[in-house]
Nanobody
Framework: QVQLVESGGGLVQSGGSLRLSCAAS????????MAWFRQAPGKEREFVAA????????YYGNPVKGRFTISRDNAKNTVFLQMNSLKPEDTAVYYC??????????????????WGQGTQTTVST
């Protein structure tokens, strides 16, 4: 079993920055892909970014390209999401997810086997 715990969310003004962290624990942790999704009230869960655990690849959703950066620290089993130039429309609960099955459909939340509990990020005007 894998446990994912997010942290780092909070309240920030428009244009500000936040850094989210996702720490993994449990069984020997060797996912194929780690990702961040977000969900705003009344909306579907939306892909934000993903990173291969043992490779150089990163993927970003169009709304966050150029503003958010995903990274990882394999030694600490932790993935990060640096969020810059935040906008009110970035307000959502942000979830960390792990894929162990080598999905090729990284945009689809159904492809991920493990999820964190989420961390709220609120961007004020």
């Amino acid at each position: 079993q894998v446990q994912l715990v997010e942290s780092g969310g909070g309240l920030v003004q428009s244009g500000g920055s936040l850094r989210l962290s996702c720490a993994a624990s449990g069984r020997t942790f060797n996912p194929y892909l780690m990702a961040w999704f977000r969900q705003a009230p009344g909306k579907e869960r939306e892909f934000v970014a993903a990173i291969t655990w043992n490779g150089p690849y990163t993927y970003y959703g169009n709304p966050v390209k150029g503003r958010f950066t995903i990274s990882r620290d394999n030694a600490k089993n932790t993935v990060f999401l640096q969020m810059n130039s935040l906008k009110p429309e970035d307000t959502a609960v942000y979830y960390c997810a792990a894929d162990l099955q080598r999905t090729t459909v990284y945009l689809d939340p159904r492809e991920y086997e493990y999820w964190g509990q989420g961390t709220q990020t609120t961007v004020s005007t």
